[in-house]
T-cell receptor, first 115, second 109 residues
Framework: DAMVIQNPRYQVTQFGKPVTLSCSQT?????MYWYQQKSSQAPKLLFH???????NEADTPDNFQSRRPNTSFCFLDIRSPGLGDAAMYLC??????????????FGPGTRLTVL | GQNIDQPTEMTATEGAIVQINCTYQ??????LFWYQQHAGEAPTFLSY??LDGLEEKGRFSSFLSRSKGYGYLLLKELQMKDSASYLC??????????WGAGTKLIIKP
């Protein structure tokens, strides 16, 4: 089945210790998104790739970086995690990133704990 | 600024009908989406409205009024498995999804 896969599902890191979250997709979608979601809050878009074009949201901290080495994979790097970065990180994909329904399909998420 | 408003929490009884409202103020409009999110899981797509009116899909229906900046999700014949958060999202003029904080729906037997 075509899907969005995130690894790991749970990640524990220490304050200030770099961490990388990964996302892969078998949907062959052009657009990949990274969201941060805290409990009972709306998903917050951090950045997205339209193919290889990187789009950073204006309020995404510099502490968050992303890489998309190919169509299938996308990585979220948190250079120096703080306690406030503890959250669920959701990867999503969509075919076009434009008009029409262009539904976003989400992976299961990675829950990050910062000690 | 852009804003999506939906109730924080609703409670309903198994077998009943519930309507979850969503009002939006966005820069442009390119569709209203509903997603279901069970606790600790990723959102899953439920419905999409871009024209005014009601879209029916089994037990779930979604309504849109663009002139009022308003939509709702209607869930019929509620089942215990429908206990989840329901997220309203609007695609703005830049084709970015603006998300609401979600409505936590609690189903009681």
């Amino acid at each position: 089945d075509a899907m969005v896969i995130q690894n790991p599902r749970y990640q524990v890191t220490q304050f200030g210790k770099p961490v990388t979250l990964s996302c892969s997709q078998t949907l062959n979608h052009n657009v990949m998104y990274w969201y941060q979601q805290k409990s009972s809050q709306a998903p917050k878009l951090l950045f997205h790739y339209y193919d290889k074009d990187f789009n950073n949201e204006a309020d995404t901290p510099d502490n968050f970086q992303s890489r998309r080495p190919n169509t299938s994979f996308c990585f979220l790097d948190i250079r120096s995690p703080g306690l406030g970065d503890a959250a669920m990180y959701l990867c999503a994909t969509s075919a076009l990133g434009g008009t029409g329904p262009d539904t976003q399909y989400f992976g299961p998420g990675t829950r990050l704990t910062v000690l | 600024g852009q804003n999506i408003d939906q109730p924080t929490e609703m409670t309903a009884t198994e077998g009943a009908i519930v309507q979850i409202n969503c009002t939006y103020q966005t820069s442009g409009f390119n569709g209203l989406f509903w997603y279901q999110q069970h606790a600790g899981e990723a959102p899953t797509f439920l419905s999409y409205n871009v024209l005014d009116g009601l879209e029916e899909k089994g037990r779930f229906s979604s309504f849109l009024s663009r002139s009022k900046g308003y939509g709702y999700l209607l869930l019929k014949e509620l089942q215990m498995k429908d206990s989840a958060s329901y997220l309203c999202a609007v695609k703005d003029s830049n084709y970015q999804l603006i998300w609401g904080a979600g409505t936590k729906l609690i189903i009681k037997p």
